[in-house]
């Protein structure tokens, strides 16, 4: 079945580091990829979506492109914030329409 | 810009009682979907709703059970509640049902019910 592989946390990283946060996905036809961010306590938040491949989705200063030939959808970022200390979960729109999502990655940006 | 509505937003039960969760969709979205997070987990799909009918069944309990109101709000019905219940409750909606061999929709999610069972 459709499933989501994301490096496992957590992730810590100093304030303006580089960030990447893994993600490869299985499914059949042609998904629609997802990150989510959780903040402490709070709930799910789209961060960023792509519909087909080589699409780029980016918000936030976050990217993420679709790549088909290696079934990736990798987040990144050019430099990281405190205020960017979160769950990272990547996702996608698998069959019947529900959302299958990976592990999660839990960031901690140190300042 | 309206969001999904879920109450309560936090909830206190004990072992072997029944709880009652709401999720209000964005307006005019028709497909309403269940997604339970245990700690430390990554949420689990457990039930969707097109147009008032059940539309995809996930690893939801028998002790569960959900429907969609002619308003298209839903509610998530759990009954003898156990310690493993405890978890955040999400509601997503959309308004484009996936098509066959295509994915083209979006779900927008709700702040979640903290369920609480002691």
């Known amino acids: 079945g459709d499933s989501v592989t994301q490096m496992e946390g957590p992730v810590t990283l100093s304030e303006e580091a580089f960030l990447t946060i893994n993600c490869t996905y299985t499914?059949?036809?042609?998904?629609?990829l997802f990150w989510y961010v959780q903040y402490p306590g709070e709930g799910l938040q789209l961060l960023l979506k792509a519909t087909k491949a080589d699409d780029k989705g980016s918000n936030k200063g976050f990217e993420a492109t679709y790549r088909k030939e290696t079934t990736s959808f990798h987040l990144e970022k050019g430099s990281v914030q405190v205020s960017d200390s979160a769950v990272y979960f990547c996702a996608l729109g698998g069959r019947d329409d529900k959302i299958i999502f990976g592990k999660g990655t839990r960031l901690h940006i140190l300042p | 810009a309206a969001g999904v509505i879920q109450s309560p937003r936090h909830l206190i039960k004990e072992k072997r009682e029944t709880a009652t969760l709401k999720c209000y969709p964005i307006p005019r979205h028709d497909t309403v979907y269940w997604y339970q997070q245990g700690p430390g987990q990554d949420p689990q799909f457990l039930i969707s709703f097109y147009e008032k009918m059940q539309s995809d069944k996930g690893s939801i309990p028998d002790r569960f059970s959900a429907q969609q109101f002619s308003d298209y709000h839903s509610e998530l019905n759990m009954s003898s509640l156990e310690l493993g219940d405890s978890a955040l409750y999400f509601c997503a909606s959309s308004s484009e049902r996936g098509l066959a061999g295509g994915r083209r929709y979006e779900q927008y999610f709700g702040p979640g019910t903290r369920l609480t069972v002691t």
């Open positions: 499914a059949t036809g042609y998904p629609s």
